[in-house]
């Protein structure tokens, strides 16, 4: 019980305090356009009620929690999830093209990561162009993706998969190669003594000892994935999806839509993360690692 409390405490008091926080800067920040309207309607609230009204803007400049809490919850409970309005529809949407590119990603950075370890001319050639195509800002690359493959005939799910996949596969490269080459130097000559096969090294003791690597990384590339779906929607004239409500939201001035629809994607972020940690930790066990 005790481990419990000190574990929530911490947890339950940032979050108290960002929650203050927030409520602070959102009538710091509407106030200036309540007072214009206060002004032109010749009103004079008091102090309490001056809060209340930029606490209660239709469409503030940092809307205040609970009018973020209250969209999320009309929008995920109240609403038929096939409504071009629901946050559940819309990140359905999102999360699709989400987990496609995250799987190519993965696939693609093993297979690298792979040939990176084992032929030399790969690690010194191929690896200084992956670093160097991180440097390239995704917002430039969307475009021209989604541009490219809409001139051979692919749109949908495949444009945004293959931007998610260009944010996904890096992590898990860099990962893996460092996983793949963690094995110590005692134990690679000990599986030499043994008379192994590369093929058998590889998998009875690389492949194993970069699980945890793998995983930590694959963490990472989840949630690169998400931002690469949510980019790649806002070149598409996608309708629906994450990236598509915020760019409804910006284009209306929508700012409570906005901070929803935010929220709905750190909701859909950390699931994603808790799933590929837990499976994580089931690969491990199965493999003989030791309970956390």
């Known amino acids: 019980m005790d481990s419990f409390h000190s574990k929530i405490m911490p947890v339950t008091s940032l979050l108290a305090g960002v929650v203050v926080l ?11 356009f309540q007072r214009d309207l206060d002004a032109r309607s010749g009103a004079a609230p008091g102090m309490t009620a001056f809060i209340g009204r930029t606490l209660s803007q239709p469409k503030p400049t940092l809307p205040a929690p609970h009018q973020v809490a209250a969209n999320v919850f009309e929008n ?33 950075g093993i297979l690298i990561a792979v040939g990176i370890v084992h032929v030399t001319t790969l690690d010194r050639s191929l690896m200084p162009w992956i670093i160097a195509s991180q440097t390239i800002p995704i917002l430039a690359i969307a475009p021209m993706v989604v541009v490219v493959l809409a001139a051979i005939g692919i749109t949908g ?4 998969a293959l931007i998610s996949t260009y944010l996904s596969f890096f992590p898990v490269a860099v990962g893996m190669v460092k996983g793949l080459r963690s094995p110590e130097l005692m134990h690679l000559d000990l599986m030499h003594t043994y008379n192994a096969s590369r093929p058998q090294i590889f998998w009875k003791l690389r492949v194993p000892a970069s699980i945890p690597f793998l995983f930590a990384s694959m963490k990472v590339a989840v949630a690169a994935s998400l931002v690469g779906a949510i980019v790649g929607e806002l070149p598409t004239g996608a309708v629906a999806g994450i990236g598509a409500k915020l760019l409804a939201g910006a284009y209306y001035s929508q700012t409570i839509d906005i901070w929803a629809v935010l929220v709905a994607g750190s909701v859909v972020a950390a699931l994603l993360v808790a799933a590929v940690g837990l499976a994580g930790r089931i690969v491990e066990r199965a493999m003989g690692g030791r309970p956390a």
């Open 22 to 32: 927030w409520y602070v800067f959102a009538v710091v920040l509407n106030a200036p």
């Open 76 to 108: 995920t409970f109240l609403r038929k999830i096939t409504s071009n309005r629901s946050l559940v529809y819309n990140s359905w949407v999102t999360l699709s093209s989400t987990v496609l590119g995250f799987a190519f990603g993965t696939v693609l």
């Open 157 to 160: 799910l495949i444009p945004k």
